[in-house]
């Protein structure tokens, strides 16, 4: 049984913080690479960072140097902390297991990738 668990989401003025989690059981706890995803309306969901068993860590660029992804191993919770939340931060934010991640960096979800249940963000200007 895999479980992608997250939490942590909610409703903040522009500017704000919020820190996601999502606990991570099952065969998934030894994922290689864990992720998480966001959906804004009337969007594709997009892929903003990753973290890898190995302590790699990838950013999207439009959340690059606002937004922190960690993982506590012992407790197999993957965190993203994210800070200066603009309006178009606003979407649904998935975590992600079996995450897909080519030499030279490129990831991405696939067939296989596992997904939790999502947890909303609004970002109010």
């Known amino acids: 049984q895999v479980d992608l668990v997250e939490s942590g989401g909610g409703s903040v003025h522009s500017g704000g913080s919020l820190r996601l989690s999502c606990a991570v059981s099952?065969?998934?706890?030894?994922?290689?690479?864990l992720a998480w995803f966001r959906q804004a309306p009337g969007k594709e969901r997009e892929g903003i960072a990753m973290?890898?068993?190995?302590?790699?860590?990838a950013y999207a660029n439009s959340v690059k140097g606002r937004f922190t992804v960690s993982k506590d191993s012992a407790k197999n919770i993957l965190y993203l902390q994210m800070n200066s939340l603009k309006p178009e931060d606003t979407g649904t934010y998935y975590c992600?297991?079996?995450?897909?991640?080519?030499?030279?960096?490129?990831?991405?979800?696939?067939?296989?990738?596992?997904w939790g249940q999502g947890t909303l963000v609004t970002v109010s200007s």
């Open positions: 992600a297991a079996k995450v897909v991640c080519r030499p030279g960096g490129v990831w991405y979800a696939d067939a296989l990738t596992q």
């Open positions: 099952g065969y998934m706890s030894t994922s290689r690479f």
């Open positions: 973290a890898g068993r190995d302590g790699r860590t």
